[in-house]
């Protein structure tokens, strides 16, 4: 009886067969998040790389850049979001989707731009020019951002759709970071120029723009998607009172704590395995690229099976036994000295990444889902704007601790050899650091009010009025009054 239960559990878990959405439906909705991680690779690992050993500016000023980064994303987050709640859909073009569309070619335009800053430049202008770009960047992502999640909650009504479009979006994620990431790991860790480096980044680029447009390609967005969702009515002094509230309950205070605390610690993985191998353990790139897709490749098969342990055992107990692997890998890779050491606390470092992020996936929706519940006010934009406020404002301590301590351990970007000074620094950056925040997070996870029970309810419930509400406005004869129309 165990084994067939096993072999049952298996099964669900590797066709992603969870009521609601076909798969064909599922895999669709997947594609956009991934394609924005591509981005998120660039800008985060392989352009903080880029800009201290071949650009030339400083570890500290780069963590000033980003510091100013991540304050303005702070700041647009919770606007743009309030703006989207009070945007109607058009008629004829939609509302997220067509947003989503239209702040494509401005992130493309601006990241693109990033690559030509001259290492013959002074350090302030660097600095100027790529702080710019970046708040141009940040400004066109938080609004694609926020319209995706808001389309995908409404599109997947229930915590197991959505589960299941995290994980077949992870899956698309991580080989699109893979490939894009594995040619500037073997130009980056090894150095290069600029003049090699930019062909490389223009193909990267092309290859973006042409996922993007699949990504996005015929996605539907009818009016009666929206047919369950009120728009926000509401002035200024309202809106604080709604962002007050939001700030003071408990299961946003516990989400947020353990994203800032413990998942702002992991953000940057791939950037400081990067740092790890070509200046604390000095392999070339192609050996560090053999471990790390090794790595990957072995998460990515174990995917399915950590998507079903927590559609099984709820949020909270999935991150306790994700405590077991991170542990083992942090600690090990912080001491490791043989190639094979490395690769296998690496390994497990990737796979207890991974699996944190699906673990914490349905945990915003979910809130929002509640809250829409007690209120009877869908407030998608106004929490994900306040979500993103909260862990932005706070994402670059974890850069700043990165670099800050390579930086005074006397890390120089353009050594051939880093001292045992600056190796240690890196080897505890990497390592022993974020396993201490992953510790610290588990004080507001075990804050976190959602048992797995009262998260099936909440899925259960914004299931049936989505489902409820389409159905109503699909009876509705053409030219009739509905909820859009008022």
């Not at 990267?204 to 967005?221: E, R, Y």
């Not at 790890?276 to 392999?283: F, I, L, P, Q, S």
């Not at 120089?412 to 950056?429: E, F, N, Y």
């Amino acid at each position: 009886m165990g084994v067939q239960r096993i072999a049952h559990m298996l099964k669900d878990a590797f066709t992603f067969n969870s009521p609601g959405l076909s798969f064909k439906d599922k895999f669709k909705l997947s594609l956009p998040a991934p394609i924005l991680s591509v981005s998120g690779v660039i800008i985060h690992q392989v352009f903080l790389k880029y800009y201290t050993d071949v650009i030339g500016l400083t570890p500290a000023m780069v963590g000033w850049v980003y510091t100013l980064y991540n304050i303005w994303n702070a700041v647009n987050d919770p606007l743009f979001g309030v703006l989207l709640d009070r945007r109607p859909p058009d008629p004829k073009r939609g509302k997220y989707v067509y947003l989503m569309k239209v702040t494509v070619p401005v992130m493309l335009l601006a990241t693109f731009a990033m690559a030509w800053s001259s290492p013959s430049w002074s350090q302030w202008v660097i600095f100027g020019v790529f702080t710019g770009l970046l708040f141009i960047f940040d400004t066109a992502q938080t609004v694609y951002n926020i319209a995706l999640s808001s389309y995908v909650l409404l599109r997947a009504p229930t915590k197991e759709e959505r589960m299941d479009i995290g994980t077949i979006g992870n899956y698309v994620t991580y080989i699109m970071s893979w490939a894009v990431s594995v040619v500037p790991t073997l130009l980056l860790i090894n150095h290069t120029t600029q003049r090699v480096f930019i062909p490389v980044f223009m193909v990267i680029m092309l290859f973006q723009s042409a996922i993007f447009v699949v990504a996005l390609w015929g996605l539907p967005d009818p009016p009666e998607l929206y047919a369950s969702v009120e728009l926000v009515h509401t002035d200024f002094r309202e809106t604080l009172k709604m962002a007050w509230s939001i700030l003071k309950s408990r299961p946003f205070l516990a989400a947020i704590a353990y994203s800032i605390i413990a998942m702002g610690a992991l953000r940057f993985y791939t950037t400081a395995y990067l740092y790890y191998m070509g200046g604390a353990v000095k392999v070339d790139g192609i050996t560090a690229t053999i471990i790390n897709t090794a790595a990957h490749v072995v998460a990515l098969m174990l995917m399915p099976i950590m998507n079903s342990i927590t559609k099984a055992y709820g949020t909270k107990l999935a991150i306790y036994w994700g405590m077991i692997p991170a542990s083992i890998g942090y600690l090990g890779i912080t001491f490791a000295t043989t190639i094979w050491e490395i690769s296998i606390f690496w390994t497990l470092i990737v796979i207890s990444t991974i699996y944190f992020g699906v673990a914490i996936g349905p945990m915003n929706g979910l809130i929002i889902d509640e809250d829409e519940w007690r209120t009877g006010v869908r407030k998608t934009g106004l929490y994900n704007g306040m979500f993103n406020l909260c862990t932005t404002a706070f994402a670059s301590i974890q850069l700043i601790i990165f670099t800050n301590v390579i930086g005074t351990a006397g890390y120089v970007g353009k050594a051939a050899v880093q001292t045992p000074q600056a190796q240690w620094g890196i080897r505890l950056a990497t390592g022993a650091i974020p396993l201490l925040c992953l510790v610290v997070g588990l004080i507001p996870m075990i804050w976190y009010p959602f048992t797995r029970h009262r998260e099936q309810e909440i899925s259960a419930h914004s299931h049936a009025i989505r489902a409820a509400a389409s159905q109503a406005a699909a009876q509705k004869l053409p030219g009739e009054p509905t909820g859009l129309d008022q």
